[in-house]
């Protein structure tokens, strides 16, 4: 398949039951890895483990080449679609969302809040549609954080859902959103949602049945490989 058609089949995957698993990759090796197991449709990155595999933190701390590259090289080493965290762009969107399509990603998440602060909703809607505007095919997660930074507003969650969706997103990711708010979101949002996996959290098929479209695991599974790692190193050196 070509980008186009990893794009196609990556969205077409969000439209309809069963739940999209999306195993999270942070480099070549554990994206061959994580393709080959049964069952797994597509790959997303993640921006915590791709920029610590680089020596880097979170947050838009590693230069915007670098993470482009490295999600490049994973969509390359798969047949499958490959969805890239690129965070909020690296201060240029639009050129990160062609720069990605061209290193052979499906799709992006794209965040609404930068510096720890929310980014006004209708500007994030409006960076939507250039997104949308420039690689029409690119399928965009777009990730609402009101759960993440702050108390957390469940109409502002809705709100926003809607609107970015109005706006071109295919995908909404409420963020570290509660467990029994699930519900509600997947009724009142007007599209597909992503939730994370976290502790305490539904499993996958209670998710599914309450409709969500998607599961992510961010930068969980990086964590517990090297936990894993380390672990084993320990017993040795004890």
Request: glycine residues 10%; hydrophobic residues 45%; proline residues 6%.
């Amino acid at each position: 398949m070509d980008t186009v058609e990893k794009a196609a089949l990556l969205r077409s995957l969000h439209q309809a039951p069963p739940l999209l698993v999306l195993p999270n990759a942070w480099d070549v090796e554990s994206a061959r890895v994580l393709a080959a197991l049964p069952g797994c449709r597509a790959l997303a990155t993640t921006s915590v483990g791709v920029a610590k595999s680089l020596g880097f933190e979170d947050g838009e701390q590693a230069p915007a080449e670098e993470m482009i590259r490295t999600a490049g090289r994973i969509a390359a080493a798969v047949e499958l679609p490959v969805t890239g965290d690129l965070e909020r762009g690296y201060g240029d969107p639009v050129g990160t969302a062609r720069a990605a399509w061209e290193a052979g990603l499906a799709g992006i998440n794209f965040e609404d809040s930068t510096a720890g602060s929310m980014v006004d909703a209708d500007e994030q809607a409006e960076a939507i549609r250039g997104l949308h505007a420039a690689v029409p095919e690119l399928v965009v997660n777009a990730r609402i954080d009101v759960f993440l930074r702050r108390a957390g507003d469940l109409d502002d969650a809705v709100a926003r859902g809607n609107a970015y969706l109005a706006a071109g997103a295919d995908c909404v990711y409420p963020i570290f959103c509660p467990a029994d708010s699930i519900a509600e979101l997947v009724g009142r949002i007007d599209g597909p949602i992503n939730v994370a996996a976290t502790p305490g959290a539904p499993s996958p098929r209670e998710l599914e049945r309450l409709g969500v479209a998607r599961l992510t695991f961010g930068g969980g599974l990086a964590s517990a490989a090297y936990a894993e790692a380390a672990r084993i190193a320990r017993d040795a050196l004890s």
